[in-house]
């Protein structure tokens, strides 16, 4: 999937919903939400495609403080597909809800944590069979993924206070290597344009990971282009 680039958008914030109905008609999806914590502005903010009145009504109920969906999803590291918590009392009381709003059951909610405690939470659904499911998940799961993390980065990003914090300092060398490497450099390419050891190319990449809160130096090419901390080659 070609990821839409939400921060080119003049009205970025309003036009979230739309970038979240142009996911469920890529991937052929029912529903798509987005929900996330800003813990320097102690929020909770969201943003989903779901019918108004079953917005409305999840929030009456507070169902944000007790859906198993986000709470399990917000301490692990893997994508969490709804099957594992169905049958949890929660869970059934807030689908069976969901079920009158013509929301379905058959979905998953993939975490995203970002460099200063934040996470994100993705979450798609779809009315279909298991079997069904399960072919398209294995189908969409690394699309689904890489728009998890854009997308959160987008709304972390769009937050003035978070968007000054969220700037790493990385050094001069961990710039440097990261711009080599999205020039399309391998690591032992830039340990000899740079003459240093591979070694010390990977301690530099590891740091620049860690402060990019990535997961792969690839992720972190990613984030050090959208903060303009590197350019795209």
């Keep these: 999937m ?3 680039d939400l921060s080119t958008f003049p009205d970025a914030e309003k036009d979230l919903e739309g970038y979240l109905d142009s996911i469920c008609q890529t991937h052929e999806l029912d529903f798509a939400a987005y929900a996330g914590t800003n813990p ?3 929020t909770f903010h969201g943003v989903v495609n779901y019918p108004s009145e079953w917005r409305e009504h999840y929030v009456s109920q507070h169902f944000e403080n007790r859906d198993p969906a986000l709470h399990v999803a917000s301490r692990s590291v893997a994508p969490v597909d709804w099957g594992r918590i169905r049958g949890e009392p929660a869970f059934d ?3 069976r809800a969901a079920h009158d709003y013509g929301v379905p059951d058959q979905g998953l ?3 995203v944590r970002g460099p200063f405690g934040d996470i994100g939470l993705f979450s798609v659904s779809r009315s279909c069979s298991a079997h069904e499911w399960r072919l398209l998940k294995s189908k969409v799961i ?4 890489q728009a998890a993390v854009h997308l959160h980065d987008h709304v972390v990003q769009s937050d003035t206070l978070t968007s000054v914090l969220a700037v790493p300092s990385l050094s001069s060398r961990e710039v440097e290597i ?4 999205a020039a399309g450099k391998s690591q032992q390419d830039a340990a000899e344009i740079l003459a240093i050891s591979p070694r010390t190319i990977e301690v530099h990449l590891r740091s620049a990971r860690e402060k990019l809160a990535a997961l792969t130096t690839a992720q972190a090419i990613g984030r050090a282009i959208a903060r ?3 350019y795209p080659a």
């Design 40 to 42: 320097v502005a102690q």
């Design 178 to 181: 990261l711009q080599w490497i």
């Design 93 to 95: 009381t807030i689908f």
């Design 228 to 230: 303009g901390l590197i």
């Design 142 to 145: 690394g699309d689904l993924q």
């Design 109 to 111: 909610t993939i975490p």
């Design 2 to 4: 070609a990821v839409i």
